[in-house]
């Protein structure tokens, strides 16, 4: 099944495609063929006669693919079949998007409720740097705190960078963004990364001492005092 299909079926005209569902597409795990039937279902109703022919027509797919679909959608709890008695006693069979519905709305919960904490986790770093600085960051900082987020930078670690900033006595954010920038180049993407590289630091100076005193020349040295 190639998105064409999905192209085809817009082109048609009266058939909207909900938001959420692109927005959550990943987050349903199915086959794009489902994914495309599952949509064409919603512009139907939450609740309608079952009529595979009529399904097939109008996709454009075959008897057997739309029954499997719809076996498949059943079996993952996304639709489900109701069988009612009629008027006239007769039986009729109902596709029911409930289950659907369901599941969607809780992903959507879910997916309002991870925002949210992704933004009270932001919100947390321009506040500890505007403490810092002692004063309201200007919309130009803003955006350059946002791009490292949205570069993947961690929270944590452009706190690290600011404290770092703070020790050498250079309180703005270019110099944060070179700190930043020169941890990347050495693959440092957490505090712990931070210490780590302070460490190596530390042992590679005290090296670099003790090989300073093991090259004096003490009785030269000895010879000046002498003299």
Known sequence: MKSSKLVELLKKGNFVVPLSLFQLKD?????????IFLIYLTNLGSKFTFDPNRFSDDLNFSLEEVLSMIDNLTEKHYISIEVIKNDKN?????VVLDLFYEKLTNLLIADINQEKIEEEKNSNVFEVIEKEFARPLTSMEYEIISAWLEDGVREDLIIEALREAVYSGVCNLRYIDKIIYEWGKKGIKTPQDVANNRLKFKEKQEKKEKLELFDYDWFEDGEDEEN
């Open 27 to 35: 987050k349903f795990e199915l086959e794009l063929s489902e994914f």
């Open 90 to 94: 007769v039986m009729e069979e109902y």
